[in-house]
T-cell receptor, first 111, second 112 residues
Framework: RKEVEQDPGPFNVPEGATVAFNCTYS??????FFWYRQDCRKEPKLLMS???SGNEDGRFTAQLNRASQYISLLIRDSKLSDSATYLC????????????FGGGTRLMVKP | NAGVTQTPKFQVLKTGQSMTLQCAQD?????MYWYRQDPGMGLRLIYY???????DKGEVPNGYNVSRLNKREFSLRLESAAPSQTSVYFC???????????FGSGTQLSVL
């Protein structure tokens, strides 16, 4: 079983739609969680951290469910510019030295 | 302020050739990393360096060596390239506690 698993997609949605991605992780002791965004042929960039109580950044909402060991990302009012691959990232041991990346979920927002 | 700079951007090698990927950061981070990214596999950690003078193996270190020359620079060497090393390579630097990784723009390597 992969340490961090994501549905690869693609998720094809119209502009203005709400879309949600989930990610599961295997290490129950993991403490830190993140969503990164990666545009085609570009480097990954931090989108947002995921906090235990859930957090929001504009149109983006991240949630953590420790009991079921999954993280979610909700995007409201999708824009064409949201088209990208979204990477779920976990710090598995909180030692601060390593991050484990999921395979990514591809989102395509259509006009 | 360049952030993380890696070179070259593209490289084609023949099986058995060697090469070094260079990475430099100007953000004064202690930790630096080399990842490879393959379709459907996500990013996999090759080697990392928690601080100047230290290096550790990641998930997929075989066939690679690294050097943390100083705080700024972290290079990745392929001594004898193999087709299985065809991939996109990313260097990254991390802030304290790894709350955020900053990536270079990547190196697309093809081994024929």
């Amino acid at each position: 079983r992969k340490e961090v698993e994501q549905d690869p997609g693609p998720f094809n949605v119209p502009e203005g739609a709400t879309v949600a991605f989930n990610c599961t992780y295997s290490n129950s002791a993991s403490q830190s969680f993140f969503w990164y965004r990666q545009d085609c042929r570009k480097e990954p960039k931090l989108l947002m951290s995921v906090y235990s109580s859930g957090n929001e950044d504009g149109r983006f909402t991240a949630q953590l469910n420790r009991a079921s060991q999954y993280i979610s990302l909700l995007i409201r009012d999708s824009k064409l510019s949201d088209s990208a691959t979204y990477l779920c990232v976990v710090n598995p041991n909180n030692a601060g030295n390593m991050l484990t990346f999921g395979g990514g979920t591809r989102l395509m927002v259509k006009p | 302020n360049a952030g993380v700079t890696q070179t070259p951007k593209f490289q084609v090698l023949k099986t058995g050739q060697s090469m070094t990927l260079q990475c430099a950061q100007d953000m004064n981070h202690n930790s630096m990393y080399w990842y490879r990214q393959d379709p459907g596999m996500g990013l996999r950690l090759i080697y990392y360096s928690a601080s100047e003078g230290t290096t550790d193996k990641g998930e997929v270190p075989n066939g690679y060596n690294v050097s943390r020359l100083n705080k700024r620079e972290f290079s990745l060497r392929l001594e004898s390239a193999a087709p299985s090393q065809t991939s996109v390579y990313f260097c990254a630097a991390g802030d304290r506690g790894l709350k955020k990784l900053f990536f270079g723009s990547g190196t697309q390597l093809s081994v024929l």
